[in-house]
T-cell receptor, first 115, second 113 residues
Framework: NAGVTQTPKFQVLKTGQSMTLQCAQD?????MYWYRQDPGMGLRLIYY???????DKGEVPNGYNVSRLNKREFSLRLESAAPSQTSVYFC??????????????FGPGTRLTVL | SQQGEEDPQALSIQEGENATMNCSYK?????LQWYRQNSGRGLVHLIL?????REKHSGRLRVTLDTSKKSSSLLITASRAADTASYFC?????????????FGKGTHLIIQP
């Protein structure tokens, strides 16, 4: 099993350009998440999808959109990139069961630079 | 805002010594989790402790939870060079929902050979 995969690994954009970060998991998890990590910081939640067909905003959703394409895939789109969106982006998945969330499994990250 | 706050921010010890890092949080929790992040890599889950548990062990790791003080500690015994990493505590945004985790800024641990 590959776990959680993310593409691309690295990306450089110019201000105003758009792009989509892809994430897929093969663990049959219901819940998926997008986080960003800035230097010296912990992760901050951008969007999440508790189950297929649903998406909700996290702590820092401005400037981003998401699509839960199916149970496996959860994409993050930057419509008009800004330098403040320079960060490392992590996708994660978990199984929410029995009224409790469990451990999250993380992808390797996408390092994005916006010039 | 980040709910978890790790202490210390950085810790440097000799190989073979024990490393202790602490986490404080603000609101009630369902469980608290610890993760490790090696430089430039994704996070790896270490251990999850539920709100009705006080202590949990996994190999060389020991986690304690004090819900009255809203704090947790992670102890790594007999440290190795490979333990060099950043360690984060994480709690849920709400009591039991699948709505993501709140992370602290982490403790950067350096094990010197």
């Amino acid at each position: 099993n590959a776990g959680v995969t993310q593409t691309p690994k690295f990306q450089v954009l110019k201000t105003g350009q758009s792009m989509t970060l892809q994430c897929a998991q093969d663990m049959n998890h219901n819940s998926m998440y997008w986080y960003r990590q800035d230097p010296g910081m912990g992760l901050r939640l951008i969007y999440y999808s508790a189950s297929e067909g649903t998406t909700d905003k996290g702590e820092v959703p401005n400037g981003y959109n998401v699509s839960r394409l199916n149970k496996r895939e959860f994409s993050l789109r930057l419509e008009s990139a800004a330098p403040s969106q320079t960060s490392v982006y992590f996708c994660a998945s978990s199984e929410f069961s029995g009224g409790s969330y469990n451990e999250q499994f993380f992808g390797p990250g996408t390092r994005l630079t916006v010039l | 805002s980040q709910q978890g706050e790790e202490d210390p921010q950085a810790l440097s010890i000799q190989e073979g010594e024990n490393a202790t890092m602490n986490c404080s949080y603000k609101t009630s929790i369902n469980n608290l989790q610890w993760y490790r992040q090696n430089s430039g890599r994704g996070l790896v889950h270490l251990i999850l402790i539920r709100s009705n548990e006080r202590e949990k062990h996994s190999g060389r790791l020991r986690v304690t939870l004090d819900t009255s003080k809203k704090s947790s500690s992670l102890l790594i015994t007999a440290s190795r060079a490979a333990d060099t990493a950043s360690y984060f505590c994480a709690t849920g945004y709400s009591g039991g929902g699948a709505d993501g985790l709140t992370f602290g800024k982490g403790t950067h641990l350096i094990i010197q050979p």
